[in-house]
């Protein structure tokens, strides 16, 4: 079986400081992570993912992850936020060498203040 | 454009009367897969498509169909809708079942049983 957590349903950031959505996971085997954005009456869109090589992973609009094997977490990261990163974050996993089902965590509503 | 496309976008019904959710991508995906999405849940899958003809269960499929009979569209069907099965749905496409690439959603479609 696999699971995501993602342990916080809001994050408030000031717009300009650094910013952190939580993520762990439970996967027999090597996970393949993913975060995902949906902004508001859109569709979900891939950010970044970790496959394999290095832990730090840079994906779309200044956001970067890290993955963390020991404590199973691998947490989006960006050292300065925008108002407009406000939106509803995901994070998936799935098995590699798996069939493709990938679970996703229940989403955690970013919020940039002014 | 690469895109997955859901028609409709947006659909009132009442109790018992069939409806139809379509999905079409132009990406030559071999997978496919359907998602609702509802409150404090977050993304749970209801069917998934490994390729033409070959389609399986997902955590949520009780009261819904699919069929997959082209490459490119896989339609989910609602048989005698239920108000619970009120949601916003998701058609997602990857290039392949057992490997590490993105999904890529559709713009979603919210349904409203009465």
């Known amino acids: 079986a696999q699971s995501v957590a993602q342990p916080e349903d809001q994050v408030n950031v000031a717009e300009g400081n650094p910013l952190t959505v939580k993520c762990t996971y439970s996967?027999?085997?090597?996970?393949?992570l993913f975060w995902y954005v949906q902004y508001p009456n859109r569709g979900l869109q891939f950010l970044l993912k970790?496959?394999?090589?290095?832990?730090l992973v840079k994906g779309s609009y200044g956001f970067e992850a890290e993955f963390n094997k020991s404590q199973t977490s691998f947490h989006l990261k960006k050292p300065s936020a925008l108002v407009s990163d406000s939106a509803l974050y995901f994070c998936?996993?799935?098995?590699?060498?798996?069939?493709?089902?990938?679970?996703f965590g229940r989403g955690t509503s970013l919020i940039v203040h002014p | 454009e690469a895109q997955v496309t859901q028609n409709p976008r947006y659909l009132i019904t009442v109790t018992g009367k069939k409806l139809t959710v379509t999905c079409s991508q132009n990406m030559n995906h071999e997978y496919m897969s359907w998602y609702r999405q509802d409150p404090g849940l977050g993304l749970r899958q209801i069917y998934y498509?490994?390729?033409?003809?070959?389609?399986d269960k997902g955590d949520v499929p009780e009261g819904y169909k699919v069929s997959r009979k082209e490459k490119r569209n896989f339609p989910l069907i609602l048989e005698s809708p239920s108000p619970n099965q009120t949601s916003l749905y998701f058609c997602?496409?990857?290039?392949?079942?057992?490997?590490?690439?993105?999904?890529?959603f559709g713009e979603g479609s919210r349904l409203t049983v009465l």
């Open positions: 996967v027999s085997g090597n996970p393949y």
């Open positions: 997602a496409s990857s290039l392949s079942g057992g490997g590490s690439g993105e999904l890529f």
């Open positions: 498509s490994m390729n033409v003809e070959v389609t």
């Open positions: 998936a996993v799935r098995r590699s060498g798996g069939s493709y089902i990938p679970t």
């Open positions: 970790y496959i394999t090589g290095d832990n």
